[in-house]
């Protein structure tokens, strides 16, 4: 078998303290799991079955790199989550086992085009083009549970310019980690590679070109990144 053209490289992410990197194989991403911004997003924060979106492999960005403003919109937002990296994959996890199918953690940036975001939700339409543009995962260095232990609690906080627009604890998730794992491998089959973004809390707002935005939770670090301008 031939190729007609070279197969795409795949997407990787740093391993925190080392030269390893983590292949990504899909990016999930889990809707609304923070009560206090369910409502600020004008919807119900009760806790009915999680939903989830997702984000091509490789609109991952990592830490430290310069992310450009992205086309047709006008209202860029920026959302700290918590990332989950799979290290070995399960259908129909049950909770109970499902932690001892995470590789590791890292923070994480879910970039959304909010106008684009919302237009399609209100006309009943998929997210794709809100959620899934390129450069839109911004993704640190994941840190091996073997390292840091398993994160149930701990400060998840996020500045613009040095000023604080998000903080919440990682206890607030609706569904914690366990749970993510069980429902979203009892939809589809998960693999070692993929990852996913747990939800964001409160707080989320607007980034424009030039701004610095800082993603902290504790236990694994920070990570920075600056929106810079459009690609011409």
Request: with cysteine.
């Amino acid at each position: 078998m031939n190729l007609v053209f070279a197969a795409p490289v795949t997407p990787t992410v740093a391993v925190a303290e080392t030269e390893d990197r983590f292949p990504v194989r899909r990016i999930f991403c889990v809707g609304r799991n923070y009560a206090a911004h369910a409502r600020e997003m004008g919807q119900d924060p009760e806790r009915e079955a999680p939903f989830f979106f997702s984000k091509p492999a490789d609109a991952v960005v990592e830490a430290g790199r310069a992310v450009p403003y992205p086309p047709l919109t006008q209202n860029l937002h920026y959302e700290a989550e918590l990332v989950v990296a799979i290290g070995l994959g399960g259908r129909e996890i049950p909770s109970a086992d499902a932690l001892s199918h995470v590789w590791g953690y890292a923070i994480g940036n879910d970039l959304t085009r909010r106008d684009l975001q919302l237009a399609a939700r209100e006309k009943g339409r998929p997210w794709d083009f809100g959620k899934a543009f390129d450069n839109s995962a911004v993704v640190g260095p994941i840190h091996p549970v073997a390292r840091v232990g398993h994160l149930t609690k701990g400060t998840i906080g996020l500045t613009v310019n040095g000023e604080t627009k998000q903080r919440a604890d990682l206890a607030d998730m609706i569904w914690p980690v366990p749970d993510i794992i069980s429902i979203l491998s009892g939809s589809v089959a998960l693999k070692p590679g993929d990852l996913i973004m747990t939800g964001t809390p409160e707080g989320v707002g607007p980034l424009e070109i030039g701004d610095v935005c800082i993603v902290t939770i504790d236990g694994l670090g920070s990570i920075s990144t600056k929106i810079g301008p459009k690609d011409s």
